[in-house]
């Protein structure tokens, strides 16, 4: 190796060095406001069609109308955010005590109330035969379970809009970033498509496509998981069970699941409505629950016309690794962030294709 090679060998070494000790004080600097700076991104992209016609509507002013979508972004947090949270948490905390006199009363009873049920009759039975778990064992620990469950949802719904963003702190900071990447979103982003090393056309058909995925994530997804829990939550307002609220949110969550979705909150609901007597409620709910369960087979295709269709599987591992990984955030970016893996796959397939021809 000459002098002049082994010179810009060790060049190189220290400026990929220099670039990794910069990214890892970068990492440590921005970690303790990873939650404000994703939900700043991702509500900024949410409302960059909003932030272009209010742009256009006052003539250009894009810094007025980034300070408009922010104080709507507060109000909605410190409005019907706030008052969903606190119904969530008021209502689970009334059925962890709904489930706490139920074990009262049945205490030391056998409670045959789910022996009763056909289903439920016979998983009873092939307990007590092969795993000798009686059926007053089983259901209560189910019971218990569920109390402990509704509990902690209880706990969680009070503290459900701080608990996201961890503290006053990093709302206020989550809403100083918001203003920024409303304005300066689509700059940020053209800039940031930039650094990849591709041609234009490349990079064009590069953005355009993680675009598409992202929107088709957050419309046909979190849009849709939001709007059959709200439907749930009104049928179950509307025939008189407890707590609308909770299972509602329950519902919009169980959406994403590949098999089952929503029904596997609506359908109990009505085999109580049957076990009850309340035939006419049942029937009303099922109904409901019908609609809901079917929803989204016009409703996400409507909603992500002309853009990228995700897997459902990937959606599903995204929620749940996502809020595992990152927390109530993650229930939004972890679909994304896999969508987007899976779309630079696809593209990276795509480049190469033309190459081996």
């Given at each position: 190796?000459?002098?002049?090679?082994?010179?810009?060998?060790?060049?190189r070494?220290?400026?990929?060095?220099?670039l990794?000790?910069?990214?890892?004080?970068?990492?440590?600097?921005?970690r303790?406001?990873?939650?404000?700076?994703?939900w700043?991104?991702?509500?900024?992209?949410?409302?960059?069609?909003?932030?272009?016609?209010l742009?256009?509507?006052?003539r250009?002013?894009?810094?007025?109308?980034?300070?408009?979508?922010?104080v709507f972004?507060?109000?909605?947090?410190?409005?019907?955010?706030?008052?969903l949270?606190?119904?969530?948490g008021?209502?689970?905390?009334?059925l962890?005590?709904?489930?706490?006199?139920?074990?009262e009363?049945?205490?030391?009873?056998?409670?045959?109330?789910?022996?009763?049920?056909p289903l439920?009759?016979?998983?009873?039975?092939?307990?007590?035969?092969?795993?000798?778990?009686s059926?007053?064992?089983?259901?209560?620990?189910?019971?218990?379970?569920?109390?402990?469950?509704?509990?902690?949802?209880?706990a969680?719904g009070g503290?459900?809009l701080?608990g996201?963003?961890?503290?006053?702190?990093?709302?206020?900071?989550m809403?100083?970033?918001?203003f920024?990447?409303i304005?300066?979103g689509?700059?940020?982003?053209?800039?940031?498509?930039?650094?990849?090393?591709?041609e234009?056309?490349?990079?064009?058909e590069?953005?355009?496509?993680?675009?598409?995925?992202?929107r088709?994530?957050?419309?046909?997804?979190?849009?849709?998981?939001?709007?059959?829990?709200?439907l749930?939550?009104?049928?179950?307002?509307?025939?008189?069970?407890?707590?609308?609220v909770?299972?509602?949110?329950?519902?919009?969550?169980?959406?994403?699941?590949?098999?089952?979705?929503?029904a596997?909150?609506?359908?109990?609901?009505?085999?109580?409505?049957?076990?009850?007597?309340?035939?006419?409620?049942?029937?009303?709910?099922?109904v409901?629950?019908?609609?809901?369960s079917?929803?989204?087979?016009?409703?996400?295709?409507?909603?992500?016309?002309?853009?990228?269709?995700?897997?459902t599987?990937a959606?599903?591992?995204?929620?749940?690794?996502?809020?595992?990984?990152?927390g109530?955030?993650?229930?939004?970016?972890?679909?994304?962030?896999?969508?987007l893996?899976?779309?630079?796959?696809?593209?990276?397939?795509?480049?190469q294709?033309?190459?081996?021809?």
């Amino acid at each position: 190796m000459s002098e002049s090679a082994e010179l810009r060998f060790y060049e190189r070494v220290l400026a990929v060095a220099g670039l990794a000790l910069l990214a890892a004080l970068i990492y440590h600097i921005l970690r303790p406001f990873f939650a404000p700076l994703a939900w700043a991104i991702f509500l900024a992209f949410l409302l960059q069609p909003a932030q272009a016609r209010l742009t256009g509507l006052l003539r250009g002013r894009d810094s007025v109308a980034a300070s408009l979508l922010t104080v709507f972004v507060l109000l909605m947090f410190i409005g019907p955010l706030a008052a969903l949270a606190a119904a969530f948490g008021q209502q689970a905390a009334g059925l962890a005590v709904l489930f706490q006199h139920w074990l009262e009363q049945h205490q030391g009873q056998g409670i045959p109330d789910l022996a009763d049920l056909p289903l439920l009759a016979r998983a009873l039975e092939w307990l007590d035969q092969y795993a000798s778990i009686s059926a007053a064992e089983a259901q209560t620990w189910l019971l218990e379970r569920a109390k402990r469950v509704f509990e902690q949802l209880a706990a969680f719904g009070g503290t459900a809009l701080l608990g996201a963003l961890g503290t006053i702190l990093n709302f206020t900071v989550m809403l100083f970033l918001l203003f920024f990447f409303i304005r300066d979103g689509q700059g940020m982003a053209r800039a940031a498509i930039n650094l990849v090393p591709l041609e234009p056309r490349r990079r064009a058909e590069l953005q355009e496509r993680l675009g598409a995925v992202t929107r088709a994530v957050v419309l046909g997804t979190v849009v849709t998981a939001m709007i059959q829990g709200l439907l749930l939550g009104i049928g179950f307002a509307v025939v008189g069970l407890a707590a609308p609220v909770v299972f509602g949110v329950i519902g919009a969550l169980l959406s994403i699941v590949p098999c089952g979705g929503t029904a596997l909150v609506w359908v109990p609901a009505v085999g109580l409505l049957l076990f009850q007597g309340r035939y006419g409620a049942a029937i009303v709910l099922a109904v409901i629950g019908l609609v809901v369960s079917t929803v989204d087979n016009f409703l996400k295709p409507l909603l992500i016309s002309g853009r990228a269709v995700v897997p459902t599987l990937a959606v599903f591992i995204g929620v749940l690794g996502g809020l595992v990984a990152f927390g109530v955030i993650g229930m939004f970016l972890g679909p994304v962030v896999i969508a987007l893996a899976i779309a630079l796959v696809h593209f990276a397939q795509d480049t190469q294709q033309p190459a081996s021809r």
